[in-house]
């Protein structure tokens, strides 16, 4: 007589705010990961927009791939407390071509970009920014500056086109339209044509080129 196959536990998770009410009940397979919990949370009590809930173990935040069995290994049921916490912006693919997209160990992937070579390489985020209170706004973090092999800097602007009806140009990302840009050197360029009447923001003097 062969070996009977191993049924697969399933685990009983509690799953509290943290004011400590009680959100859902939920019944999942211990192959199950963390990843996978957070959507059938969210199914049964959407979180507010543009927002998605972390799991607090007792042993801490757990996301992405994390399987269950690999922490609550021998249990039968666990509480646990769901807080709720913004989406990161993710770049979009569409003009990515010269980007390196990189994946983080939280499963969210395509928010920090790096550009390879070249130059008029645009980075377009995949959902817009929406307008609160009357302001859109939004913010990049420069991890790294390297001058290196290249002779222009970076512009951070807005556009009303989604990813993939965005025009760019080769050269300069000030030229992609539709497009409002402040460019590197404090000066606005509307729909790739740079305002001489608006008065620079700010004027690099030459030590910022050497």
């Known amino acids: 007589m062969g070996d009977s196959e191993e049924t697969e536990s399933v685990l009983q998770l509690h799953i509290s705010n943290l004011a400590g009410e009680t959100m859902a ?17 969210e199914t049964k009590v959407p979180p507010p927009s543009r927002t998605r809930y972390k ?14 069995h690999s922490f609550l290994d021998g249990m039968a049921s666990c509480s646990l407390t769901a807080c709720v916490g913004p989406i990161p912006w993710r770049f979009s693919e569409v003009t990515g071509f010269g980007l390196s997209f990189e994946k983080h160990d939280d499963g969210q992937d395509k928010t920090t970009i790096t550009r390879l070579e070249g130059r008029g390489v645009v980075a377009c985020s995949v959902d817009p920014i929406p307008w609160i209170d009357g302001v859109a706004a939004y913010e990049v973090v420069i991890n ?27 050269g300069y990302a000030v030229l992609a339209t539709p497009s409002w840009v402040s460019s590197d050197a404090g000066c606005l360029w509307i729909h790739g044509n740079k305002q001489y009447r608006q008065p620079a923001w700010w004027v690099p003097d030459s030590s910022f080129w050497e």
Do not use: Q, W, Y
């Open 25 to 41: 009940e939920i019944s999942v397979k211990s192959s199950c990961n963390v990843a996978e919990v957070v959507e059938l949370l």
């Open 55 to 68: 799991l607090l173990f007792a042993d801490g935040i757990k996301t992405g791939d994390c399987k269950l």
């Open 144 to 170: 790294e500056m390297d001058k290196s092999g290249a002779s222009e800097g970076v512009e951070i602007g807005v556009t009303d086109s989604p990813p993939d009806r965005l025009k760019m140009h080769e």
